[in-house]
């Protein structure tokens, strides 16, 4: 359509996505037979049937045992470098990636070949598609706040490839105060910070006032839920904070895409920005999210050119860099 090409055409920035939501079916195929991995499905129609989400938890049950294909740095590298040319050539300019190493190294991959083998896929895209393209290392919150203390030292070699720590899996009884220390600690090494406060979880408006009370983040990851409550509302806007929401995602994970509450809180000068989280598991990268959003909002070519740059804004672009987009 005419608005797909008008996003398309957009330079923008993606800065909620996870590397491992990239896997398309056909990458998994080309990656287990490389590997010599069994697979319970043998065509892409059979593996895309599986993706019957109704919830958070349901989508988590499919999206981790499909990583078990990723096994060698070159399996990485080709994940990260798969999505980076898809994403260049969606206008996508600028990509902070989201990886899960505890997802690996709890399988007993080592943390260095997941790294090495994004890393050399960021390098390249810097070179050959002139997308610069930085890593967050998320821990995953249903694991024990030890385990997330000990991949941040793992990681402390590598902290220049990394330019911010996550949070994410399942929320359930996972608050962000479990991880406090974790992040202060991430916070005295100089990462960005960032959580992911998902949208209609337990506890999610009491999650959001911990972020930004006791964790002090510098992002929140969907944080949509804020819609309910105006003085955080206030607090996100005085200190520039910027959510990073995900429409499609939200409409498989919970029953709606949640395009009031987005357009809401973009009305209301939040400087929202749109992604694709999964987008091999959703079916919609950046710009077929912002034209979902469009579509289901009617929002005009304006709001859109807004988007986009709030995602430049909400990026953790050096001052210098971003204004080369802005
Ligand atoms: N929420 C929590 N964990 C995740 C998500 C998400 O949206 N995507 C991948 N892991
Ligand atoms: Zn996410």
Same mark, same amino acid.
């Given at each position: 359509?005419?608005?797909?090409?008008?996003?398309?055409?957009?330079?923008?920035?993606?800065?909620?996505?996870?590397?491992?939501?990239?896997?398309?079916?056909?990458?998994?195929?080309?990656?287990?037979?490389?590997?010599?991995?069994?697979?319970?499905?043998?065509?892409?129609?059979?593996?895309?049937?599986?993706?019957?989400?109704?919830?958070?938890?349901?989508?988590?049950?499919?999206?981790?045992?499909?990583?078990?294909?990723?096994?060698?740095?070159?399996?990485?590298?080709?994940?990260?470098?798969?999505?980076?040319?898809?994403?260049?050539?969606?206008?996508?300019?600028?990509?902070?990636?989201?990886?899960?190493?505890?997802?690996?190294?709890?399988?007993?991959?080592?943390?260095?070949?997941?790294?090495?083998?994004?890393?050399?896929?960021?390098?390249?895209?810097?070179?050959?598609?002139?997308?610069?393209?930085?890593?967050?290392?998320?821990?995953?919150?249903?694991?024990?706040?030890?385990?997330?203390?000990?991949?941040?030292?793992?990681?402390?070699?590598?902290?220049?490839?990394?330019?911010?720590?996550?949070?994410?899996?399942?929320?359930?009884?996972?608050?962000?105060?479990?991880?406090?220390?974790?992040?202060?600690?991430?916070?005295?090494?100089?990462?960005?910070?960032?959580?992911?406060?998902?949208?209609?979880?337990?506890?999610?408006?009491?999650?959001?006032?911990?972020?930004?009370?006791?964790?002090?983040?510098?992002?929140?990851?969907?944080?949509?839920?804020?819609?309910? &409550?105006?003085?955080?509302? =206030?607090?996100?806007?005085?200190?520039? $904070?910027?959510?990073?929401?995900?429409?499609? #995602? !939200? @409409? +498989?994970?919970?029953?709606?895409?949640?395009?009031?509450?987005?357009?809401?809180?973009?009305?209301?000068?939040?400087?929202?920005?749109?992604?694709?989280?999964?987008?091999?598991?959703?079916?919609?990268?950046?710009?077929? &999210?912002?034209?979902?959003? =469009?579509?289901?909002?009617?929002?005009? $070519?304006?709001?859109?050119?807004?988007?986009? #740059? !709030? @995602? +430049?804004?909400?990026?953790?672009?050096?001052?210098?860099?971003?204004?080369?987009?802005?």
């Amino acid at each position: 359509s005419d608005l797909l090409a008008f996003a398309t055409g957009l330079p923008k920035a993606e800065l909620h996505l996870h590397l491992e939501g990239t896997l398309e079916p056909e990458l998994k195929f080309a990656l287990a037979e490389r590997n010599g991995i069994p697979l319970d499905q043998t065509s892409v129609e059979e593996v895309k049937a599986t993706y019957d989400f109704t919830d958070l938890t349901s989508f988590l049950a499919i999206y981790y045992p499909a990583m078990n294909v990723l096994q060698t740095a070159d399996d990485f590298h080709d994940l990260a470098w798969a999505y980076l040319q898809r994403a260049s050539a969606d206008g996508v300019v600028h990509a902070e990636m989201f990886f899960d190493p505890q997802a690996h190294t709890s399988r007993g991959v080592p943390f260095e070949t997941v790294i090495s083998g994004y890393r050399r896929a960021a390098v390249r895209a810097q070179s050959e598609l002139g997308v610069s393209a930085e890593l967050i290392m998320c821990f995953l919150r249903d694991f024990s706040a030890e385990y997330a203390m000990a991949t941040l030292m793992e990681a402390l070699p590598y902290r220049s490839w990394i330019v911010g720590v996550g949070l994410d899996s399942d929320e359930r009884g996972n608050p962000p105060q479990k991880f406090a220390a974790v992040f202060a600690r991430a916070k005295a090494e100089g990462f960005f910070l960032t959580m992911h406060c998902d949208i209609d979880q337990p506890g999610s408006i009491d999650h959001i006032r911990q972020v930004l009370t006791e964790i002090e983040v510098d992002r929140i990851d969907h944080g949509t839920n804020i819609v309910e &409550n105006p003085e955080l509302v =206030a607090l996100v806007k005085e200190r520039g $904070l910027g959510l990073t929401c995900c429409p499609v #995602s !939200n @409409s +498989f994970v919970t029953e709606q895409m949640k395009s009031d509450e987005i357009v809401a809180l973009m009305r209301e000068g939040v400087r929202v920005t749109i992604n694709s989280d999964d987008p091999a598991y959703f079916g919609a990268y950046a710009s077929a &999210n912002y034209v979902a959003l =469009a579509e289901q909002a009617d929002l005009s $070519l304006a709001d859109l050119v807004l988007l986009a #740059s !709030n @995602s +430049f804004e909400a990026s953790w672009l050096t001052p210098r860099r971003r204004a080369e987009y802005l």
